[in-house]
């Protein structure tokens, strides 16, 4: 397991088209995290995961936002009708619930540029 | 969810040097964690203090948790030019998920 993959790494849309980002999390991790990134900012909770179940969701997230983990694996998180404010780096991070001293895992996010 | 403080927002120093971050938060915690951010890149977790713990020690970093205070601080010794970066601290509640401050810039000059 060579850690929490996201794909795709950039992505370039226009205003009002949907996207869809990938994470997959490492294998042995039951919960799953998105978060939101802006330009010196730290990271925003955006929803959290434990196995296929989704067990928050920040009220800052509009209706546009869906999150999905099926089967408890690898999630999906899809943006419908983007503005330009959404133009961040979305980061997915990955913990066992019974994590012993190991923190949350990250991937590399994506980055969104809505033009 | 509360989230950590992070003091100073910019530290520039030079390589060898020394380099302290201080955080402040809340309420009662499980653990407090720090991560590191290079730029453009996803965080890496660095370390872990319970709240059972006072001190704890990994490579060059050293990390202080004061309960009582509510407040922990990173310690880097020895500063290299790629420790330049932002750190976050993170504390955790019970059964709670992580909430990020904006975090401290730390630039060390080669």
């Known amino acids: 397991d060579t850690g929490v993959s996201q794909n795709p790494r950039h992505k370039i849309t226009k205003r009002g088209q949907n996207v869809t980002f990938r994470c997959d999390p490492i294998?042995?991790?039951?919960?799953l995290y998105w978060y939101r990134q802006t330009l010196g900012q730290g990271p925003e909770f955006l929803t959290y995961?434990?196995?296929?179940?989704?067990?928050?969701k920040s009220r800052l997230l509009s209706d546009r936002f869906s999150a999905e983990r099926p089967k408890g694996s690898f999630s999906t998180l899809e943006i419908q009708r983007t503005e330009q404010g959404d133009s961040a780096m979305y980061l997915c991070?990955?913990?066992?619930?019974?994590?012993?001293?190991?923190?949350?895992?990250f991937g590399s996010g994506t980055r969104l540029t809505v033009v | 969810s509360q989230q950590g403080e992070e003091d100073p927002q910019a530290l520039s120093i030079q390589e060898g040097e020394n380099a302290t971050m201080n955080c402040s938060y809340k309420t009662s915690i499980n653990n407090l964690q720090w991560y590191r951010q290079n730029s453009g890149r996803g965080l890496v977790h660095l370390i872990l203090?319970?709240?059972?713990?006072r001190e704890k020690h990994s490579g060059r970093l050293r990390v202080t948790l004061d309960t009582s205070k509510k407040s922990s601080s990173l310690l880097i010794t020895a500063s290299r030019a790629a420790d330049t970066a932002s750190y976050f601290c993170a504390p955790l509640e019970y059964g709670n998920k992580l909430v990020f401050g904006a975090g401290t810039i730390l630039r060390v000059k080669s």
């Open positions: 991070a990955s913990s066992s619930q019974t994590d012993r001293g190991f923190g949350y895992t």
């Open positions: 203090i319970r709240s059972n713990e």
């Open positions: 294998s042995e991790h039951n919960r």
């Open positions: 995961f434990q196995n296929e179940a989704q067990l928050e």
